[in-house]
């Protein structure tokens, strides 16, 4: 009975380590993202996302009514490329990252500063596969606004 509980104990403590390092994996393309747009990488940022991938924002029009923008990597990789290095600062918390298998999701409160200064917050909603080996950015989605930023 022993031998079972300790084989147990072991097989647990290895799930849970292999769910916390496919978390982490995740996490740091997402924190390689954020660290190319900090360090005007436009080329770096682009390696972060897969070839098919959707970008979205989620804002509201001038009459207040839901609206949702679309862009690509490539324009988002220009724009980033095209800042000072050190102006575009989104500085994100890790709410929740699920894994399953190949699939993950990140979603992510953030706060974003322009030139130091606080610009706007939201929420960054990301799903990522695990492409040869690698886990991408397949699916941007974030919502902004200038109020209510805890």
């Known amino acids: 009975m022993k031998q079972f509980v300790i084989f ?3 097989i ?5 380590a292999n769910a916390q390092s496919a978390e982490d994996s995740v996490k740091a393309v997402v924190n390689k993202m ?11 940022l682009k390696t972060t996302f897969a070839d098919s991938a959707i970008l979205q924002t989620i804002g509201r ?8 923008e679309h862009d690509t990597v490539d324009e ?11 102006d575009a600062d989104e500085r ?3 709410d929740v990252v699920k894994v399953d298998g190949p699939l993950a999701i990140v979603w992510a409160p953030y706060k974003f500063y322009y030139k130091g200064n606080f610009s706007h917050c939201g929420i960054d909603s990301f799903q990522l596969v695990r492409i040869n080996g690698e886990w991408k ?3 941007l989605v974030d919502t902004r606004r200038k109020t209510g930023c805890n």
């Open 12 to 16: 647990i403590l290895s799930v849970t």
């Open 137 to 139: 950015i397949q699916y």
């Open 92 to 94: 994100i918390v890790f």
């Open 8 to 10: 147990l104990t072991f």
């Open 76 to 86: 988002f990789a220009t724009i980033v490329g095209k800042m000072p290095k050190g």
């Open 61 to 68: 029009s001038k009459d207040g009514k839901t609206m949702i």
């Open 34 to 44: 954020f660290d190319a747009m900090k360090n005007s990488d436009g080329a770096t």
